[in-house]
T-cell receptor
């Protein structure tokens, strides 16, 4: 079936460097995508979202890029901080408000 | 900032027992959801609830599962007869307008022994 997935399981990044997390999706009908951060023992925390009529959206230190041609989503974190260490999930709206999550990508920030 | 509150944070139950997981969604939200996450795996959709009825459910949400909004503030997930494979983190979420503005709770860790 169609699914959302992440390319890399773990990303180690030096504090202060930029991080890029990638996500591939296969449902071309999805019209809304969200990145979530999950810290140990906590629920998914909203980071940034993007609708399918956009290809880039910026937040505070985060940027999401959407490439509908190749069905690819990425999250860029600028000047990564120790507090950014977490698992990051992409999710897509499959319709009826049902979110489909990717497998998750662990980001480890090295001080 | 408004939060989705879940209780208990951890529940241990014996196989075959009934459990009720409780959630208090954000007060002005109209859409409510349950998701689960088996350890080390991705978050999976269970059920969505709107206007006092289930709007969608996944293949995981079988006859052993039920949801209820017994009053104006609580949203519960009941598992009638727990199995070992029901052990997971269960997340409640709510949203004001469909898929936009989803807010998740911190989860209930259910351990079935």
């Amino acid at each position: 079936g169609e699914s959302v997935g992440l390319h890399l399981p773990t990303l180690s990044v030096q504090e202060g460097d930029n991080s890029i997390i990638n996500c591939a999706y296969s449902n071309s009908a999805s019209d809304y995508f969200i990145w979530y951060k999950q810290e140990s023992g906590k629920g998914p925390q909203f980071i940034i979202d993007i609708r399918s009529n956009m290809d880039k959206r910026q937040g505070q230190r985060v940027t999401v890029l959407l490439n509908k041609t190749v069905k690819h989503l990425s999250l860029q974190i600028a000047a990564t901080q120790p507090g950014d260490s977490a698992v990051y999930f992409c999710a897509e709206n499959r319709g009826n408000n049902r979110l489909a999550f990717g497998k998750g990508n662990q980001v480890v920030v090295i001080p | 900032e408004p939060e989705v509150t879940q209780t208990p944070s951890h529940q241990v139950t014996q196989m075959g027992q009934e459990v009720i997981l409780r959630c208090v969604p954000i007060s002005n939200h109209l859409y409510f959801y349950w998701y689960r996450q088996i350890l080390g795996q991705k978050v999976e959709f269970l059920v969505s609830f709107y206007n006092n009825e289930i709007s969608e459910k996944s293949e995981i949400f079988d006859d052993q599962f039920s949801v209820e909004r017994p009053d104006g503030s609580n949203f519960t997930l009941k598992i009638r007869s727990t199995k070992l494979e029901d052990s997971a983190m269960y997340f409640c979420a709510s949203s004001e307008a469909g898929a936009y503005g989803y807010t998740f709770g911190s989860g209930t860790r259910l351990t079935v022994v």
